[in-house]
């Protein structure tokens, strides 16, 4: 985040009629520049990561609250910083203790040779593309006989 100075308020005629032109400050003192969001970070990978993220987290807002003792303005800040953070390394921590857990099955290793494999493929495949060419049975043998087409 940057921060600029603001402009006593000598402003030319010219940028005051453009209407692309930034307005001025409205703070007397400072004005910030960019406001932007700070980037959140990747949330963690493990469970032992959300533990260390929220244990880190937790120092972190405890030396804030000494800090803020204080009272000056600065010290009140970083411990909204640091309470926010807190917070957010809280949820994410409960999120992975609480989380369903999800049952991933394991097939054992194939124990056939890979020529076993590649005879029964071909087995298969006889069986299924061979079962329309069976040869009939004896009844299907003795009408055929007897109408003679065979």
Same mark, same amino acid.
């Given at each position: 985040m940057s921060v600029r100075r603001a402009s006593g308020g000598g402003t030319s005629r010219n940028a005051a009629d453009d209407p692309t032109a930034p307005a001025p400050p409205t703070s007397s003192r400072w004005a910030v520049a $960019?406001?932007? $969001?700070? @980037?959140? &970070? &990747? @949330? @963690?990978?493990s469970r032992e990561e959300a533990d260390a993220r929220y244990v880190a987290a937790r120092d972190a807002w405890t030396a804030a609250m000494h800090r803020a003792s204080s009272g000056r303005s600065a010290d009140l800040a970083s411990l909204a910083i640091a309470q926010q953070a807190y917070e957010e &390394?809280?949820?994410e921590r409960d999120r992975w203790q609480n989380g369903a857990r999800v049952a991933i099955p394991i097939e054992p290793e194939d124990e056939r040779t890979p020529i076993d494999i590649v005879v029964g493929q071909e087995f298969a495949w006889r069986r299924v593309h061979e079962s329309g060419l069976r040869r009939p049975s004896l009844l299907g043998r003795l009408a055929r006989r007897i109408t003679r087409r065979g």
């Open positions: $960019e406001d932007r $969001e700070r @980037p959140a &970070a &990747a @949330p @963690p990978r &390394a809280t949820s």
